[in-house]
């Protein structure tokens, strides 16, 4: 998956949000419910889906599949990361991306979730998502860097527990 060609796939066809807040959402919608439908999803990044070439259209499901299997996979939770721009590439962008990503999340969670109840510790972590969102993207020093790496670390992890949490629920729980 590669966040740049997601990046260029959605401002080619005007959509609202970036690879960052996309992949967020997908995570999101998949946490709730693991077997959520990528065209579902398509739909909330761009308003004609119908307009994408059959390549653009195969690399998003791409990213939705890919991330499906990687919050299926119990046994390896450190294979699944957040899509954001590249270490290298500015902080402020990185920073950026993960308050759109945790942005994305929000939605997708609420997307997929409508009742009010939240299982378990979901409810403390979308407050803690919440608060990512208004995190200050003016950044650039090394002390910044490193809790950059932590916050995207905690959202990793976050993003387990509300999959485990939904999990608990079962299919047959209305969710």
């Known amino acids: 998956m590669t966040y740049r060609s997601v990046e260029e796939i959605l401002e080619q066809h005007d959509a609202d ?34 307009q994408l070439i059959d390549e653009d259209k195969a690399l998003l499901h791409g990213v939705f599949e890919r991330t499906r299997v990687l919050l299926e996979n119990q046994n390896d939770d450190f294979a699944f990361d957040l899509l954001m721009p590249d270490d290298d590439d500015p902080l402020d962008e990185q920073v950026e991306a993960l308050r759109c990503w945790c942005q994305g999340f929000l939605f997708g969670v609420g997307y997929a979730q409508t009742g009010a109840d939240w299982p378990g510790d979901t409810a403390e972590v979308m407050r803690d998502m919440i608060e990512l969102t208004k995190i200050d993207t003016d950044v650039g020093d090394e002390d ?12 990793r992890a976050a993003v387990f527990t509300v999959r485990d949490q939904f999990a608990e629920l079962g299919p047959s729980q209305p969710h």
């Open 17 to 50: 949000i970036g690879a960052a807040e996309a992949h967020g959402i997908a995570t999101g919608m998949l946490c709730v419910e693991i077997r959520a439908d990528a065209e579902n999803w398509l739909r909330e990044l761009i308003d004609d889906e119908q």
């Open 144 to 155: 910044d860097e490193n809790a950059l790496v932590e916050l995207r670390e905690y959202v």
